[in-house]
């Protein structure tokens, strides 16, 4: 592209002007905005030098983006009226394109000026908040549902490199930031009337041929002896990310500063913590969570004590702030001794149950607030990715003290609204204010995870009652275990029952009771045909007599032939039945059986002795001896074995989500 | 603690493939006899 030599109205310095876009042009010499104009170019004012931090882009950096080749041109830094910095930096594409990539918190935004249909007129500013949703429709036809993350006001503290509009020094602006699904991303620029819409996506280093970059070696800048000692205390302050920070706690003196530009101000005096329990890590602690940090290390730059009242009752809990250049900001939460590891999603992706409850929240929220949050009532359930989570807590979380660094104007005192959603081990979070409204993921971790990542050994450790809200149930691997167990059970006696022999019958024979006297029964002794045995076989001694109101009683001595060793059993049959008031009745039966397990193999004898009341006439008694009967006692032993460990975990189970949704203001017996 | 839950439920897989195999069973004995499901009185081997 062709380049535009011009010389600053200023200092008089060598200005390039490479981009055909350029409405405003940085001088790199005396940091002067310069307009260019049709008269010429002027002088709108000096620009404050931009605040290095740890990012991978720059001026010049080129890149390429779904096949199109780009080169940075411009940047300009933007402050949140809440603190907080980020930087929009110009893309002038080689086609032709503008487009606007935003950096923030580690992550990266790349959008386009987009103009609205007529049919879809772009809301107020007074008419967003946050978590409302709204419908834009572009010109090309095609529509986006976009939530509302945050509005505020934007001021433009520094710049370089080439503008592409008419950029103004510390001039603020209103605006608004939505997102969407698959990651869409946009701006509402209220600097116009009608304002301007900027349409993209989160996009990665890779996705714009950048992967290679590594974050800027970040040298610690040399400020003053005043701006990195506490101006209160003069104790020295040792800042992490310096360029992103806005907030600092002095360890010494409990002291509240401001950090601008690298400097420190005095805000306010700490109150003490009103939590008795000390903070588990230092600030300064490193630790990587594997795939949580994308193998990254990341660093406590911040803590802060935090707290919810319920029912008048205050609970407290810890929450560390961690940074790394690549990734950004994520948290850590330690509450009764169980861990979190939390990280930002985009509230577009959450779905809301069209339940919801409105009862439980006037009834704890002030005014303001319900009036601010209006449009997101609390759903009883939302998804995410598929998943779904159940309301669990919606309160006010207050940050009750704070130490070490933080990106935004933290204040003693701070209030959100925090709804919690679990599905355990997860659990969503929405933090609402007036102005924003934050999402993001807790992912329960281990007390055992949090000592290895961070190299310690001594964190307290909690119990298994109460859970913490998305704590997972740390016995499943009992249930899924013995529930695999029966399972195999089950496969062991399918595949072996080709392996069992059949039953055989080894005697069948009818021996005849003489008939006997009720008043004074006589026992009578029968013997049976002798009969062999096999070994490891059980053996069922069966007999059925056709009795009528009567009994008989036998004494079964199974006698082994060889060496007269003697096994006995006892059979009694007894059968009645009548009829009573019109309806027939009946007792007992006429058959039984004795079960015995393998005897050693050999030629048997069956020793009867029979007594009973037989009447006049003589019973047959039918008696069978059968082998290798399959009565299932086997299984039935080992089956109910196998079943103590996963109905003891069931229970248990059923114990633990009990104890969890009984810490909940939405449980119900 | 699992290490000791999986040795428990194996050793009653073990036993009751081998019980099978062997025609090993449960059952009760004596004059008494002639429960289906017997814990009482005693376990003979096969052979």
Known sequence: MSILIANCPSCGGTLEFKAGTTVVIICPFCHSAVARTDRGLNDIGKVAEIVQSGSPLRIGLRGVWRGERFELTGRVQNRHELGGTWDEWYVSFANGWLGWLVEAQGKFYLTFHQKVSDSTPLPAFDELQPGRTIVIEVLNGQKYTLIVNEKGIAEAIAAEGEIPYAFVPNQRRLFADLSGVNNVFATLDFETSPPILFLGTEVTLKDLGLESLKPAERQKKQVSAININCPNCGGPLSLQAPDKTERVACPYCDSLLDANEGKLTWLQTLKPSPYEKEFA???????????????????????????????????????????????????????????????????????????????????????????????????????????????????????????????????????????????????????????????????????????????????????????????????????????????????????????????????????????????????????????????????????????QNSWIELDIDLVNTANDAVESVNIPISYYSGVEDGEQWSEGSNDNYALLSSLPAGNYILRIQATGDTGPNPIPVQLKVRQNTNTGTNFCCAFILLSIGPLITLYMRSRFEKSRWNQSMFYSD | MKVLYVIFTLTVLVLYTMATWFGWEIASSGKRSGLRLPFITGFRGGK
């Open chain 1, 281 to 547: 890590l230092k600030i300064g602690m490193e630790a990587a969570l594997g795939e949580l940090t994308n193998n990254e290390r990341m660093k406590i730059i911040g803590a802060m004590v935090r707290s919810v009242e319920i029912d008048g009752e205050k609970y407290f809990w810890h929450e560390y702030l961690l940074y790394n250049p690549m990734i950004g900001f994520r948290w850590l939460v330690h509450s009764d001794d169980h861990w979190n590891f939390v990280e930002p999603v985009n509230a577009a992706e959450i779905n809301q149950s069209t339940e919801a409850i409105e009862k439980a929240i006037r009834n704890i929220l002030p005014a303001e607030f319900e009036q601010a949050t209006l449009v997101v009532t609390t759903s009883r359930s939302v998804s995410f990715r598929g998943k779904s989570f159940q309301i669990f807590q919606d309160a006010l979380a207050r940050v009750e003290y704070v130490t070490g660094e933080f990106y935004w104007r933290v204040e003693q005192g701070e209030t959100v609204r925090a709804v919690d959603y679990i599905n355990p081990p997860l659990m969503l979070s929405c933090e609402m204010t007036e102005k924003e409204i934050n999402w993001s993921l807790g992912h329960y971790l281990t007390v055992s995870e949090v000592q290895k990542a961070f190299g310690v050994d001594d964190l307290p450790k909690p119990s298994l009652f109460p859970p913490a809200p998305n704590q997972p149930f740390p016995y499943y691997f009992y249930l899924k275990w013995g529930i695999a167990s029966l399972l195999l059970l089950i496969i062991i006696y399918v595949v072996l029952l080709p392996f069992r022999s059949t039953e055989r019958i080894v005697l069948s024979q009818t021996i005849t009771i003489a008939p006997t006297n009720n008043q004074n029964p006589q026992p009578q002794i029968l013997f049976s045909n002798p009969f062999e045995l096999n070994g490891n076989q059980n053996v069922k001694i069966e007999a059925s007599a056709p009795l």
